[in-house]
């Protein structure tokens, strides 16, 4: 192999979190106590190496570094204070960067001097929408409908404000669908380059999901991984809840979508707020205490590791954290206060829930959110790797 | 001279640690000259190398050096050894050093004729420390084989004073009423050869040493491997005394490690590759495998260690150990990466030996006698103050080093006696 | 001294029970003409009251039948005006007898042991120190480097008179050719800046050291006390250099002139020039040469531009900027091999990790490869790995190095086996060879001796052409008393090492001087008064003394008759052992005095079971062994009667014709290892001693006498659980071949 050590690429995961790459001087403890590596691939000592000479082709290619869940055994036992698992983390950071698309947004989402743009961006798109909507104004006390947030027009069967937020989210939503795509694509192919033996035949798509992505996506679910984590337990408490909030209000939204979107085009009683009582509505609710209830227990673990290791927190752990925490709350008070009948406030922390939700959507694919793809496709390439589609031809 | 009463005397120099470099260090400014004050903790001079089978890369006997050096302290008027007598504190300066020191009860007085008839009557045992608790001893014990001064000891933690040794004691040797002594001496410099510990092993956690016989140490190997050690030499596994078929070497058990001894102990390399030929005399076809990070076997050291690669049965693999399983038939499963292949190595073995470093001995006790040390506890000598460290006190080294730095604070001790 | 002989046997620690002491004592009396007394514990202060008593009544020479001589020396001392001998009646007696053991035998062997300790006693005096007329205390140290320097200051420092001599122009060896040096002082992390400078400018500044540069040593005759060194201008040659060894064949070569004499224009080594200087010591730190790596086709050093050594890279640093791409090879590699290059210890992983920061402080975007099989920071220099690491610039694996070749501008390098579990193809501006520190004793005598056993260290291929010791304990030791080696010439070490190598050479020195004022003996036998005295006039010149000294102890006098220099002796009796003459001796250790010891064993000449074996000992190894194995209560032949020896190198045959002719049955000889890892503390006297043997062997077999009953085996102190079946082996076969056929005659 022909070695160009990238001394920029050491640069940056120093400052992503891997400062401490240097140190390591390749004894192998973390592979061996790292509960996630394998006996035929074993990491993350491999992955040290690498990064100290600066080997980011072979980092992105290597399906390992995504396969890290950052519980952090490596660093408690790593003799040098290399911190394996910070490294990694700080890989997975470039990696996301290396495959975004399109790439000026990528490279926006990776420091926080950009915030500015990032929130402002849209921040911007959604109150020149609001404005042009002339739906501006405070509701009158009392009965609060977001519904009528984008005001109302006499086209009675589209509601107006559902028309502004699909004009709004789908386009986001869109772009991080495709971009994920395209990101999870160039490294599914880069890993499979990357592999000695080259496959004689690829799976159908139905194979491909039923083999490798379904049994994935299962085991991502019951966070088996995560709970083989030695010291840091209390990681898979915050991320679990966290995760099923998360496919909780994926399922509200297409219900919602469905409902309100699509179905009440045609049937009008389909809109407005859906009543407390609903299983859909408890549902919304329940993920969104959870999602508030994990992303406190990930806040706090955080901040408490930060300052008992004294490492300086990275823009890209503490931007998904704020995130996130940006969502729930803004959602709930928006909720709260709808139902307390404060229009004026009810409205703006609605207006800030739709910032915050647009935000997730247009940096899923760059950030530390990422993962949820690019770490379900890895373990599904890790799958594969081990398959008969790659280990009969060898 | 051994074991003279409190004396003192202007211009001499006091060792303290009577293993292999205080000693050193003491004969040398004595054949010069000087009146040489040497203290020792134990009831033996001798200090680590005592518990040692063979030197490498010779593979002599540590005693044959030690015979010669106690020779040269019976033959020599100028050293006084005090023997279980610490340190209890030092003032003064350059030049006229008050040193308080306390000699503790060995119950045992000078009249002691090694005998052995009081061991033939003591009822009492403990666990012999010497041989790390592989064996028992009696409650009144010869520390080791060739222990000098030649002359017993009573451990009063094991001791009932049950007073048959002092009626089988026909020289009337034994005091049990002995009471810790006192005393304070002049000197003009002071050497520390306070030396090491081995480290402990329970404290790496994922080697789990608390948890099978079959994880010893490699200090244990040195007594298993003596003629006088706990099994007269035969390598046999300690709990079940089965003879291991497979034997491993975990490398830097604790040492190149922030979280254990951030130093390289300098000799668990060459100790593990001495501790190959003790297994290869006794089981000649036995499978040995070496873990390392790095095999530090330099110099006149590497023909040595060329020897042992030559042997198809002994594997080396580039990789550290980072976790062990107790196995039910009383062997140990170790895993480590190989880090050259890239692949997870479990080796199921017999017996396995930790490479465990050395822990300065005066990280306890240097900072109350006032020695200035690293953040490691090695003893960083002052020549301007007369204060010298010489040996494994000063820095890990083989017993080579370990003399030549104690011999140079020989020196540096005589520089001073003399302003 | 007129003698006044008193005896005593103990009866404590069981001798009593195992023994008819009365029967015993009164033997002694009688037959010894030595008075004996008995007492239950001679150790005690009664039993020395007893003794100090009879002392008091004019006792001077006392024979004491009880423990071992190797403990309660402090009890039975009674002042050095007195003769003390011990006789071994508890640890090589009743201990290691058992119960079952028949009564006569073991009473018998307590006789012989008293009967030997009272011949001893007769036939000992006491010893006075051989003085030189006039000993000088000044130093000479060879080599103006790190070690040199260091040498020459601390013993300035202790009060001695130092002369400096070094090749160079300039003092500073090696050392001043560095940017800059490893660490010295905790947290071992950074470099320094060379402190060089400093050292010189003390040394210099030193008014109890003399510098001489551009010169070297012609020849160092004499001995320590009373050296007579010659110097010389550097690079010149002198009638009073050094000659080389001339064999005897060697000799017979040059007469028939098939070889050309190598000491042409040089005076003889017993030549003295009455302009040498007088010298007490000498320390030798002439230092190391860089390795030559040519040898390594592979890699091209010698062939391929910019492929340079350590040594060179050094250079190329101190004088400016290094390339901003360079791979440091630690090891040649190539086939599986994972050694070092020859001759570099831990130094040179020291210097790759040093010269790759060179390459990072003088190219910010520089890129240094470390290519190592081991990497070897011992000790503190962990930490100086560890400081290394953390450089972004600074790339590390463990690799084979296959191949260094040209490519386009710069050099690219290919390495099989890393930590990258990929084969590398490295693109670099240069590459550093990690060439070892070849010790100048390698290829040149160095020390330049005039003595008759040549002109340089013996045996140094054992140590692959280091001045080293081979004794662990005792690092110092040389086989050429009175000069002792540091630096590079002993091993490849750090700058902190060297310092405190140097500065023990330096009291090594200053202790051998001291050594010598006082009369003493220096290592292994410190403090000993006595030496070997010879009567001259039956000395046939045989010079065997002469050859097997392993000290070089010995010239020839102008008449061809050996010299001795007592001051290099170490006290070993290899000479006395030598002589077919026996006229060499010391006051309490001599041929005639063992001889009558051998004989004074009582040899029953009717009784086929009383067999009788002599064993001669080591004292410093067997002989504690033996006490070991009475401690431990194994059982030992008590057909056999002990002699401890100083080394099997004093062993006379003439002994052993004494115990054959005199009846004795068999003798056999415990000694210490010898070969390659030999233990002996004498070097070559168990050595020495086997070889004897073999000889006398043969003589024997012409007698009619059959080999066997001479044995030689090499005992370790550590053998106290096997000596016993050694000895018990020995005497079985003794057995076999029956009584000594001379017995009665």
Redo the contacts between chains.
């Keep these: 192999m022909q070695i160009n050590p990238d001394l920029q690429f050491i640069k940056f995961l120093k400052g992503a979190g891997g400062d401490t790459l240097k140190k390591c001087y390749q004894c192998a403890t973390c592979s061996v106590v790292c509960p996630l590596s394998s006996d035929s691939k074993p990491f993350p000592r491999k992955e040290m190496i690498w990064a100290q000479w600066g080997l980011k082709d072979k980092l992105v290619a290597d399906p390992d570094v995504f396969l890290c869940h950052q519980c952090g055994d490596c660093t408690a036992y790593c003799p040098r204070g290399a911190k394996p698992g910070d490294v990694l983390g700080a890989i997975r950071a470039y990696a996301y960067t290396h495959y975004g698309f399109p790439a000026g947004l990528a490279n926006l989402a990776t420091s926080a001097k950009n915030l500015p743009i990032l929130i402002g961006l849209p921040a911007i798109i959604i109150l020149v929408l609001w404005a042009i909507s002339g739906g501006m104004h405070l509701p009158k006390a009392g009965h609060i409908d977001f519904g009528g947030f984008f005001g109302h027009w006499d086209f009675k069967y589209l509601s107006k404000t559902v028309f502004f937020i699909d004009a709004i989210m789908l386009p986001a939503a869109g772009l991080a669908i495709l971009s994920a795509y395209m990101g999870v694509s160039t490294m599914w192919k880069k890993m499979a380059e990357s592999l000695e033996t080259k496959p004689n035949f690829r799976p159908s798509i139905v194979q491909f999901a039923t083999e490798f992505l379904w049994p994935s996506v299962q085991e991502i679910i019951a966070h088996n991984r995560f709970n083989e984590c030695g010291v840091n337990q209390d990681r898979a408490r915050g991320h679990k809840p966290l995760m099923l909030a998360f496919i909780g209000l994926l399922i509200v939204t297409t219900y919602g979508f469905i409902r309100k979107d699509l179905i009440g085009i045609v049937v009008p009683s389909m809109h407005g707020p859906i009543p407390l009582w609903d299983p859909i509505k408890i549902l919304a609710n329940v993920s969104a205490v959870a999602m508030i209830y994990g992303i406190f227990l990930l806040w706090g673990k955080r901040s408490n590791d930060e300052s008992v290791s004294g490492a300086k927190g990275t823009f890209y752990d503490w931007f998904l954290i704020y995130e996130i925490a940006a969502v729930g709350a803004s959602g709930l008070l928006a909720e709260l206060t709808r139902l307390a009948g404060i229009g004026s406030l009810a409205y703006l922390f609605y207006y800030i829930h739709l910032v915050a939700i647009m935000m997730l959507f247009l940096y899923m694919p760059y950030t530390k959110f990422a993962h949820l793809v690019y770490r379900t496709f890895a373990m599904a390439f890790e799958r594969y790797r081990v398959s008969d589609y790659i280990v009969k031809k060898a | 001279?051994?074991d003279a009463g409190g004396a003192s005397g202007m211009g001499a120099v006091l060792v303290v640690g009577g293993g292999?470099s205080g000693m050193?260090a003491a004969?040398?400014a004595a054949?010069?000259?000087k009146d040489v004050f040497l203290v020792e903790k134990n009831p033996y001079l001798g200090g680590r190398v005592a518990q040692l089978?063979q030197?490498f890369p010779?593979?002599?006997?540590?005693?044959?050096?030690?015979?010669?050096?106690f020779?040269?302290i019976?033959?020599?008027r100028k050293i006084r050894t005090y023997t279980m007598t610490t340190v209890k504190s030092v003032s003064g300066t350059v030049g006229n050093y008050e040193v308080t020191l306390e000699t503790a009860a060995r119950y045992v007085n000078s009249?002691c004729?090694?005998?052995?008839a009081c061991v033939d009557a003591c009822p009492e045992e403990r666990a012999n420390a010497f041989n790390f608790n592989m064996d028992k001893t009696k409650a009144i014990y010869k520390a080791h084989?060739?222990s000098f001064p030649?002359r017993y000891v009573v451990d009063p933690s094991a001791c009932t004073k049950c007073g048959k040794c002092v009626e089988a004691c026909?020289?009337s040797a034994i005091e049990m009423d002995m009471q810790a002594k006192s005393f304070t001496l002049n000197v003009a410099a002071i050497v520390w050869a306070t030396g090491w510990n081995p480290y402990d092993p329970t404290r790496m956690e994922?080697l789990k040493f608390n948890s099978s016989d079959a994880i010893i140490t490699n200090m244990m190997m040195e007594r298993l491997a003596?003629?006088?050690g706990p099994t007269?030499?035969k390598i046999l596994r300690p709990g079940d005394n089965k003879e291991p078929q497979s034997f491993a070497f975990v490398q830097?058990a604790g040492s190149?490690?922030?979280?254990?001894l951030?130093?390289?102990?300098?000799i668990c390399c060459m100790a593990s590759m001495k501790q190959i030929t003790y297994i290869r005399e006794r089981y000649p076809e036995a499978p040995i495998t070496v873990f390392y990070?790095?095999?530090?076997?330099?110099?006149?050291y590497?023909k040595f260690?060329?020897k042992l690669?030559a042997d198809p049965k002994i594997t080396f693999i580039?990789?550290?150990?980072?976790?062990i399983i107790a196995e039910a038939d009383g062997g140990v499963t170790l895993?480590?990466?190989?880090?050259?292949?890239?692949?997870?190595i479990?080796q199921k073995v017999d017996l396995a030996i930790l490479a465990t470093g050395m822990e300065p001995a005066a990280k306890s006790m240097g900072a109350a006698c006032g020695v200035s040390m690293?953040?490691?506890g090695?003893i960083?000598g002052d020549a301007d103050k007369a204060m010298l460290s010489a040996g494994c006190a000063k820095?890990?080294?083989d017993?080579?080093?370990a003399?030549?730095?104690?011999?140079?604070a020989?020196?540096?001790a005589?520089?001073a006696s003399?302003r | 001294m007129d003698k006044n002989t008193q005896s005593y046997i103990c009866t404590g620690c069981g001798i009593g029970a195992g023994l008819d002491s009365e029967a015993l004592s009164g033997m002694v009396s009688k037959e010894m003409k030595f008075p004996c007394k008995t007492h239950e514990a001679l150790c005690s202060k009664s039993g020395r009251e007893l003794i100090e008593g009879d002392i008091n009544s004019g006792a001077n020479t006392i024979v004491i039948g009880a423990c071992s001589p190797r403990v309660m020396q402090d009890e039975f001392n009674f002042g050095d005006d007195k003769i003390v001998v011990r006789a071994n009646l508890r640890e090589q007696c009743v201990w290691c007898q058992g119960d079952d053991a028949a009564a006569d035998f073991v009473q018998e062997l307590a006789s012989d042991n008293m009967r030997m300790a009272c011949t001893k006693a007769q036939k000992e005096e006491l010893p006075e120190p051989y003085k030189l007329e006039s000993i000088n205390k000044d130093i000479l140290v060879m080599g103006g480097g790190i070690a040199g320097l260091t040498a020459a200051k601390e013993a300035a420092k202790a009060g001695y008179n130092v002369t400096l001599i070094e090749k160079a122009a300039v003092l500073g060896g090696k050392a001043i050719g560095w940017r800059k040096q490893f660490p010295t002082k905790a947290p071992w992390t950074d470099l320094e800046n060379p402190s060089i400078a400093t050292l010189v400018k003390e040394v210099e500044a030193d008014s109890k050291i003399t510098v001489k540069t551009e010169t070297e040593v012609a020849r160092i005759g004499g001995a320590p006390g009373a050296f007579r060194v010659t110097l010389k201008a550097a690079g010149t040659t002198s009638e009073w250099d050094a000659p080389a060894k001339v064999t005897v064949d060697q000799q017979d070569a040059i007469a028939k002139g098939e070889m050309a004499d190598p000491n042409v224009g040089k005076n003889i080594y017993t030549a003295e020039n009455p302009d040498a200087l007088d010298y007490g010591a000498v320390v030798l730190a002439t230092g190391w040469a860089p390795a030559d790596v040519s040898e390594y086709a592979h890699l091209g050093h010698g062939q391929l531009k910019n492929v340079v050594t350590n040594a060179e890279f050094e250079k190329l640093a101190k004088a400016g900027k290094v390339p901003a791409k360079v791979a440091f090879i630690q090891s040649p590699g190539a086939a599986e091999s994972d050694s070092d290059f020859p001759f570099c210890n831990s130094v040179t992983s020291m210097v790759a990790l040093k010269q790759a920061r060179y390459v990072r402080e003088d190219n910010p975007n520089g890129i240094a490869y470390i290519l190592y099989q081991h990497m070897r920071t011992p000790g503190n220099m962990e930490m100086f790995y560890k400081g290394a690491q953390n450089d972004d610039g600074i790339m590390m694996t463990k690799a084979n190095v296959t191949q260094v070749e040209a490519a386009g501008a710069g050099l690219k390098v290919t390495a099989k086996n890393t930590l990258l579990n990929e084969d590398l193809e490295l693109e670099v501006d240069m590459v550093v060879l990690a060439a070892g520190m070849v010790p100048a004793t390698k290829y040149e005598d160095s020390i330049n001796l005039a003595y008759r056993q040549g002109p340089a260290f013996l045996d140094l291929d054992l140590f692959d052409g280091y001045a080293d010791s081979h004794f662990i304990c005792f690092p110092y030791e040389t086989r050429r008393t009175g000069v002792y080696t540091c630096g590079g010439v002993r091993k490849a070490q750090t700058m902190d090492e060297t310092i405190d190598d140097a500065t023990g050479a330096a009291l090594k020195a200053i202790q051998c001087m001291e050594s010598a004022d006082r009369g003493v003996a220096v290592h292994p036998r410190s403090g000993d008064q006595t030496y070997p005295e010879f009567f001259f006039q039956r000395c046939t010149q045989c010079k065997r003394c002469t050859e097997e000294c392993p000290f070089g102890a010995l010239d020839d006098d102008e008449k061809g008759t050996p010299k001795p220099n007592p001051t290099r002796c170490r006290r070993c009796g290899t000479c006395m052992g030598a002589c077919p003459e026996r006229i060499i001796g010391f006051k309490n250790y001599n041929v005639d005095m063992i001889g009558s010891m051998v004989k004074a064993v009582e040899v029953p000449d009717d009784d086929e079971d009383k067999l009788r074996i002599l064993a001669l000992v080591c004292e410093n190894d067997a002989y504690p062994a033996l006490d070991m194995a009475g401690m431990r209560r194994h059982k030992i032949s008590n057909l056999v009667r002990v002699i401890p020896v100083r080394c099997l190198g004093s062993v006379n045959m003439v002994w052993i014709k004494d115990a054959l002719s005199s009846g004795m049955d068999g003798v056999i000889l415990l000694g210490c290892k010898y070969g390659d890892d030999y233990q002996c503390h004498f070097v070559k006297g168990s050595e020495i001693a086997s070889r004897r043997m073999e000889n006398i062997g043969e003589t024997l077999s012409t007698l009619g006498l059959e080999p066997e009953r001479c044995a030689v085996r090499q005992v370790a102190i550590s053998d106290y659980d096997s000596v016993a079946s050694v000895i018990n082996e020995f005497v079985e076969e003794m057995k076999g071949l029956g009584p000594n056929p001379f017995k009665g005659f």
């Design positions: 001279m051994t292999i050193t004969l040398e054949e010069v000259g089978n030197y010779k593979l002599c006997p540590p005693s044959c050096g030690m015979e010669i050096n020779q040269r019976k033959n020599n009249s004729t090694a005998c052995n084989e060739m030649m026909k020289y994922n003596a003629p006088a007269g030499g830097c190149r490690d922030e979280n254990h951030e130093f390289c102990s300098y990070i790095d095999l530090r076997t330099p110099g006149k590497e260690r060329e690669m580039k990789g550290k150990v980072a976790d895993v480590a990466e190989n880090a050259v292949t890239g692949e997870k479990k690293d953040s490691n090695f960083v820095k890990a080294s017993v080579v080093t003399t030549q730095n104690a011999t140079a020989a020196l540096k005589i520089q003399r």
